[in-house]
């Protein structure tokens, strides 16, 4: 099974900040990662497919980086509706793995 | 537009059996695998598996083999999750996601709400 390691699992920061956080694939996935934004109570919503395209609709201040085994989601600006927890997944392979998640916090 | 609609909260106890729903809605039901996602309390995503909405042919992943079933009623667009012989840490939010894909990449861009399932004497 691939394993995805998320780093930080939690941060804290400031309206406005830039955030990144980190993502590194047990092997090499190519760019078969996604993101996913959970808020407190809510379903996760996709946010960027493919490592790097950001879903419609979403704020053009989340972006994804990464091919091989690291990965990025940068977050410039951050809005107070983007305090939640980030998840990575691998869609390389079955299983579907996830990363453990990065919560958000404000400062 | 495309939903996904979970059936409600369930509190069922310890040795007993669960069946979830996930109506389906604004897009072709067999066009698009369904996958299953586990949420224990404070915890993370952790992935269940999917069914084959074409063929209905279902895949778990190593932890959920044995007491959960993936099944699927195609004329009204809806994936069920039963899960018998059920344990306290079962206890969890249950979803259900839509795999979307693009360009042979993956990702699952449409949740359903959530279904809590209690397990407790």
């Known amino acids: 099974d691939i394993q995805m390691t998320q780093s930080p699992s939690s941060l804290s920061a400031s309206v406005g900040d830039r955030v990144t956080i980190t993502c590194r694939a047990s092997q090499s996935i190519s760019d078969y990662v996604n993101w996913y934004q959970q808020r407190v109570g809510q379903a996760p919503q996709l946010i960027i497919h493919s490592a790097s395209n950001l879903l419609s609709g979403v704020p053009s201040r989340f972006s994804g980086s990464g091919s091989g085994t690291d990965f990025t989601l940068t977050v410039n600006g951050l809005q107070p509706e983007d305090f939640a927890t980030y998840y990575c997944?691998?869609?390389?392979?079955?299983?579907?793995?996830f990363g453990q998640g990065t919560k958000v916090e404000i400062k | 537009q495309v939903h996904l609609v979970q059936s409600g909260s369930e509190l069922k106890k310890p040795g007993a059996s669960v069946k979830i729903s996930c109506k389906t809605s604004?897009?072709?039901?067999?066009?698009?695998?369904v996958n299953w996602v586990r949420q224990a309390p404070g915890q993370g995503l952790e992935w269940m598996g999917w069914i084959n909405t074409n063929t209905g042919n279902p895949t778990y992943a190593q932890a959920f083999r044995g007491r959960f079933v993936f099944s699927m009623d195609t004329a009204v667009s809806t994936a069920y999750l039963q899960i018998s012989g059920l344990k306290a840490e079962d206890t969890a939010i249950f979803y259900c996601?839509?795999?979307?894909?693009?360009?042979?990449?993956?990702?699952?861009?449409?949740w359903g709400q959530g279904t809590l399932v209690t397990v407790s004497s």
């Open positions: 997944q691998q869609t390389y392979s079955t299983p579907r793995t």
């Open positions: 996601a839509r795999e979307g894909y693009s360009r042979g990449r993956y990702y699952f861009d449409q």
């Open positions: 604004g897009y072709t039901f067999t066009n698009y695998a």
